[in-house]
């Protein structure tokens, strides 16, 4: 996932700010921020409103064009496309929330 999360920060970087935790550090920020978000996988990507409202999760190895589609969606205020996508299910299997 990093190679793809790194080219998608690159491409996004002046619209979309990137946060990323590490789940396996204990200290009591990481903690905090990994119970917030529900962290049950890695990776565990959260995409977020501007105003911090939680849009959808994508856990696992995220295919490119499913992070960029959704990405270019909650910039332009559209409902998320794969709202909820779990790698860990078949590749075509999407949540709704």
Known sequence: MAPVLRAVEGKYKDKVNFVVVNGDDRNEASSA?????RVDGIPHLALM?????VKTALIGKVPRKVLEADIDSLI????????GYDAF???DHFVKF
């Open 76 to 83: 332009s205020g559209q409902v998320l496309p794969y709202e």
């Open 33 to 37: 921020l990994v119970e917030r978000f």
């Open 49 to 53: 409103t501007k105003e911090g409202e």
């Open 89 to 91: 299910e078949d590749e």
